[in-house]
């Protein structure tokens, strides 16, 4: 006899499910940061996650869409991060305090900048998939588009040159997280904050005449 599934019963699957994915995504991000995805295996995955194979391919089918959800989550979690830095911003400096969200958010999860780096750099992320590629650059476009419109909105860019200066500027974000994170910045005895203000001095003084 078939029964009505009642919405508590469908509640808790959901949550059980969204439970069990992110046990499965936190395990993969420390398999990933240490051997890469080709290097991953699912059995691995499981391994740290507690949790069997089986378990994980209810929830995902290869380990290329597991790291194709962490990446997805990332992307999201950034662009809501620079969109509020913008939005609480300075009247005038809101595409700086959006650069600026975009570094602490990096800043503060390390194993994510480490697995999102050649995506964020432009580089083909192989084995993901070009259908899955091709979602995850529309999503990171986005947050480019946040940084591009508030650079226009500060009068530090037109409408002709927002979308290159806002990619320089993420590129000087970039450049200071992978200083910072391989301790460059440490052995030369630079502070991160002071240069992190002085590249958004930079970058508001050369653009904003």
């Keep these: 006899m078939n029964e009505e599934v009642k919405?508590?019963?469908?509640?808790?699957?959901?949550?059980?499910?969204?439970?069990?994915?992110e046990l499965i995504r936190d395990a993969a991000k420390q398999?990933?940061?240490e051997v890469g995805l080709h290097g991953a295996s699912l059995r691995e995955i499981a391994k740290i996650a507690g949790c069997t194979t089986g378990a994980i391919y209810?929830?995902?089918?290869?380990?290329?869409?597991v790291y194709a959800d962490i990446l997805r989550e990332s992307l999201v979690n950034m662009a809501e991060a620079v969109k509020d830095g913008a939005d609480q911003g300075p009247k005038g400096k809101q595409s700086l305090a959006a650069l600026r969200a975009w570094f602490e958010y990096f800043d503060a999860r390390p194993a994510e900048?480490?697995?999102?780096f050649y995506l964020y750099g432009g580089a083909h992320p192989v084995g993901v998939g070009s259908e899955l590629n091709r979602e995850l650059n529309v999503k990171l476009k986005v947050v480019y588009e946040t940084v591009a419109?508030?650079?226009?909105?500060?009068?530090i860019a037109t409408a002709d040159n927002k979308h290159h200066l806002a990619v320089a500027g993420a590129s000087w974000m970039f450049g200071i997280l992978l200083m910072k994170g391989t301790g460059r910045l440490k052995i030369l005895e630079i502070d991160v904050d002071k240069l992190l203000d002085d590249s958004l001095r930079t970058l508001q003084h050369a653009h904003s005449a």
């Design 7 to 21: 919405p508590p019963v469908v509640k808790r699957k959901a949550a059980l499910s969204a439970f069990r994915r």
């Design 31 to 33: 398999i990933f940061v």
């Design 58 to 65: 209810a929830q995902y089918t290869n380990k290329e869409e």
């Design 113 to 116: 900048f480490d697995l999102g």
């Design 149 to 155: 419109n508030a650079m226009e909105n500060d009068a």
